[in-house]
């Protein structure tokens, strides 16, 4: 009798447990709809960024994304996240740490120069007085046979 007391304890606080996670699931379910309505106005502005912010610095990139191009989706009423973030959108926190274990640091715009590099078809302007993008790209491709060639 006691071990049957102790069965239907676990099993009620289990079928409680999965009444909480089922309300979380729908609100997850809401928010997910939600985004994919606003993937237009998000894909436009990741690919902008992967085809024309790679040759520019930071300053210029954000005045790009988020004084030119996202008040023009805006206006056009074109759906989109209020909280767009390129380092969410383009990458995963296991890639983001996958290059941090390689030596990228993990700041907006290392993680950016990270996303360029790795997903666009142009190169990224990375000015990079600390060499921390030149190690993290030698560190990267090793397994690659890279070579690295200087103007010498």
């Given at each position: 009798?006691?071990?049957?007391?102790?069965?239907?304890?676990?099993?009620?606080?289990?079928?409680?447990?999965?009444?909480?996670?089922?309300?979380?699931?729908?609100?997850?379910?809401?928010?997910?709809?939600?985004?994919?309505?606003?993937?237009?106005?998000?894909?436009?502005?990741?690919?902008?960024?992967?085809?024309?912010?790679?040759?520019?610095?930071?300053?210029?990139?954000?005045?790009?994304?988020?004084?030119?191009?996202?008040?023009?989706?805006?206006?056009?009423?074109?759906p989109?996240?209020?909280?767009?973030?390129?380092?969410?959108?383009?990458?995963?926190?296991?890639?983001?740490?996958?290059?941090?274990?390689?030596?990228?640091?993990?700041?907006?715009?290392s993680?950016?120069?990270?996303?360029?590099?790795?997903?666009?078809?142009?190169?990224?302007?990375?000015?990079?007085?600390?060499?921390?993008?030149?190690?993290?790209?030698?560190?990267?491709?090793?397994?690659?046979?890279?070579?690295?060639?200087?103007?010498?």
């Amino acid at each position: 009798s006691n071990e049957m007391t102790r069965k239907l304890n676990a099993a009620s606080q289990l079928i409680n447990g999965l009444a909480g996670e089922q309300k979380r699931w729908g609100e997850e379910m809401e928010k997910i709809k939600e985004d994919k309505i606003k993937l237009v106005g998000d894909c436009l502005t990741g690919s902008a960024f992967l085809s024309y912010c790679g040759p520019f610095n930071s300053v210029l990139r954000q005045k790009m994304i988020f004084d030119t191009w996202k008040p023009d989706i805006v206006e056009k009423e074109l759906p989109c996240k209020e909280d767009f973030r390129l380092e969410t959108f383009l990458t995963s926190e296991v890639e983001i740490s996958q290059w941090a274990s390689e030596s990228l640091p993990t700041d907006e715009l290392s993680v950016q120069n990270g996303i360029l590099t790795t997903k666009a078809s142009r190169w990224p302007l990375a000015i990079d007085p600390q060499m921390q993008a030149v190690t993290w790209i030698k560190e990267k491709e090793k397994r690659n046979q890279f070579d690295i060639l200087n103007f010498n």
